[in-house]
């Protein structure tokens, strides 16, 4: 089984992910996947927690076992059986700002498939600073055809 996940930051309308997993996939390698395509440091704590319904904590995985069990030992057909369509990979455990993923679809995996998984199949606004306070991406802020924000109104040369 293939899951697709969009990946969102809350109240964020700029940044969008959508990543392909496989269901036999353990969070520790989809850790090091977000890692790697989001260009967070390796060397930072970070952990999942597995969000039901109502929007409540029911699950927190980490590097090591916070009670329900370690990244390594979860694997994402785990958490979607328990009905957790959620789940909140957190970067920055000491501002708690973190990723929200959402389980959007799910698909029979094609036999005769070449692709590798996790993938990446869309992507909007750039990726988050892991160390800054906001999510800044002022290129998508602008839209075109806006007029330029630091232009001076009128002709200032007149009164000289």
Do not use: C, W
């Amino acid at each position: 089984m293939i899951y697709r996940y969009k990946a969102s930051i809350a109240n964020n309308k700029i940044f969008m992910r959508e990543y392909e997993i496989k269901d036999s996939t353990n969070l520790f390698s989809l850790n090091q996947y977000l890692i790697n395509d989001l260009g967070f440091s390796p060397d930072q704590m970070s952990l999942f927690r597995a969000i039901d319904s109502k929007g409540k904590v029911k699950g927190e995985y980490g590097l090591f076992d916070l009670g329900d069990g370690t990244m390594d030992s979860i694997k994402l057909k785990d958490i979607v059986s328990k009905g957790y369509l959620i789940l909140e990979y957190v970067y920055d455990m000491f501002k708690d700002r973190f990723i929200i993923l959402t389980l959007v679809s799910q698909d029979e995996e094609l036999h005769n498939t070449r692709r590798v998984y996790p993938r990446l199949v869309a992507e909007r606004g750039k990726n988050p600073d892991q160390f800054s306070d906001n999510y800044d991406d002022f290129e998508n802020m602008i839209e075109f055809g806006d007029t330029d924000p630091l232009s001076i109104e009128g002709d200032v040369t007149k009164d000289l």
